[in-house]
């Protein structure tokens, strides 16, 4: 057996002093370097909206508040996202793919009943759709949902245990079957049809993107609309948008952490960060990365860039996101039964 001298053992005790010390700092304001910082735990799309997002509204809140403060952001599949502020991730904010993913970070009490209230359109303060990405000249000539479950489509898809960006293409891909089918049995046997086709089932939304165009793998994209969007801006003349018939209006959710924000004293600043994102600046800036602005009359302005006509299922079309979730998304429910989880 080894043995510490008594002066390691002063060592040791003086640095275990320090690092609590420092932690207890850490949790006075968030401070580091005398600026005050939040955390946004976001999911995978937003990733660039937000590195625009945060100097914005970092010179409005030194300007409005007179104080400077520094945002830090993490990016995954927003169920994995979820799931790391509910073991441990100091996130102030979350700013996730789909309700859900919120409603499970509350049952643990770490964000407050109520939050879907807090700020307006239900937290949701852009909204997006579910369409095809497909490469230049559209090959396999995909037009429609019913062109996925053709023999010869590859299709690519994040994977809706992990992805809150899955659970809208399940969806989406189920609302156009309930449009033409209106049988359970055959809109079932659509949709799993349609997962026979795929190849490769990422973790992540950006992950698939990945898969789609820097591995070359597939033929479809099963995406978000801004994804889309952002990745033909990236590759000009190398891909093509494709807007199905039938999509779902799919709602990302904003919410405080509680729990954090008043451990770090943060609740402040958090809130102005939720609540700038409704500013026209904001909205103006979520609508040129591809989302659409909650605002109308926005919304309105870039009628060019989105399809505004587009028949749009809405979640409580499936009983709100708990009702769909037990009856798709969970353990031992309908995803895991046609995919042969």
Known sequence: MKHRSKHGKKRIGTVVMLVSALMMLAGCGNAKDGVLTITN???DPTREFYEAYNPLFETYYQKNYGEEVEVIQSHGGSSAQARSVVEGSNADVVTLALEHDITLIEQTKLIEPGWKEEFAE????????????VRRGNPKQIQ???DLVK???????????????A???????LSYAKENYHNTNQELDFVQRLYEQVSVMDSGARGSTTTFVENGKGDVLIAWENEAIATMKNYPD??????????ILAQPSVAIVDDNANANGTQ??????????????????????????????ILQEFSDRFDLNLTLYTIDDYGGWDKAYETYFDDGAIFDEIYGY
């Open 238 to 247: 190398e891909y093509e948008m494709i807007t199905p018939s039938v999509s």
């Open 268 to 297: 402040e600043v958090s809130r102005a960060y939720l609540e700038y994102l409704y500013s026209d600046e904001a909205q103006r800036l979520a609508a040129d990365y591809g989302y659409r602005p909650s605002n109308e009359e």
């Open 167 to 173: 659970c809208w293409n399940f969806l989406a891909a």
């Open 151 to 165: 023999p010869d489509v590859e299709i690519i898809t994040p994977d809706p245990k992990s992805s809150g960006g």
């Open 41 to 43: 735990v976001s999911y």
């Open 144 to 146: 429609d949902w019913d």
């Open 122 to 133: 239900d937290s949701a303060p852009y909204t997006s759709t579910i369409v095809f990405l």
